[in-house]
């Protein structure tokens, strides 16, 4: 599989087996697919397809048994685990599907937390997150604690924060999981809007059918294996 300077994460050959006793179970089976720079990819199929599992590789969580996770030209397994961490600080904006928030904080003050992990000053990132808190259509709710909004408010204030650091990449597992469908909808249109405004790469696992219009790229697997990868026309 021939790399593009485009190709911004290149999954090659993941396989995954966790030990059981003195068996060991497999999880995946070789992955290999690329995503280019500003793609809307979305990771689809079954639970318990490994689907989270490969995303977890691929956001340097959880090594891989075999292959390899190529992202920005970098080898990501071939490193550190401190530089993985400070990697995806720089580069990589998380929206898990249950967002942790510190209660003490208002919700703009939640926001800026990763430029304190990234050794910036708290009080230097709160413009930035007054910014993008505007642009997630929640600034009226700055001043609030985190816990006192809806969920997909919370999915709202969740990809705030995962673009104060200017990201490359948005990685999102199944962050419309625990919403229902309107505000589900109102999350997705959203994430479609920032990756066509900024050219923003994003990769999400979904397992709702009605959510695969708004990827540019479907890559679908089944029981620990990749079955298609496909360009849709948007």
């Known amino acids: 599989m021939e790399s593009t300077n485009n190709t911004i994460i290149k999954v090659a050959g993941v396989k995954k087996g966790f030990t059981v006793g003195s068996r060991i179970l497999p999880i995946l089976y070789g992955i290999d697919f690329e995503i280019q720079k500003g793609e809307f990819a ?18 340097g969580l959880e090594e891989p048994s075999e292959g390899k996770i190529i992202m920005d030209n970098h080898d990501i397994w071939s490193y550190t685990k401190d530089w993985r961490a400070d990697f995806r600080n720089k580069n990589i904006g998380f929206i898990p599907q249950q967002p942790f928030w510190i209660k003490s904080l208002s919700v703009l003050e939640n926001i800026a937390i990763p430029a304190v992990i990234s050794g910036k000053s708290f009080h230097s990132a709160l413009p930035k997150a007054a910014e993008l808190i505007e642009l997630v ?8 604690r985190p ?3 809806s969920g997909g408010q919370q999915q709202r204030i969740a990809l705030a924060r995962a673009l104060l650091l200017d990201p490359h990449i948005i990685i999102a597992d199944e962050p419309t999981g625990n919403l229902d469908q309107k505000a589900g909808e ?6 479609s809007d920032i990756n066509k405004k900024f050219a923003l790469t994003i990769l999400m696992v979904t397992h709702n059918h009605e959510q ?4 540019s790229r479907i890559i679908s697997m089944l029981d620990g294996k990749m079955i298609s990868n496909e360009l849709q026309k948007n």
């Open 42 to 59: 979305l990771l689809i199929g079954p639970s318990g397809c490994g689907k989270s599992t490969l995303l977890h590789i691929i956001y």
């Open 137 to 144: 259509g929640m600034k009226e709710w700055a001043d609030h």
């Open 147 to 149: 816990y006192d909004l």
């Open 186 to 191: 109102e999350l997705m249109n959203l994430l």
């Open 212 to 215: 695969y219009k708004y990827g």
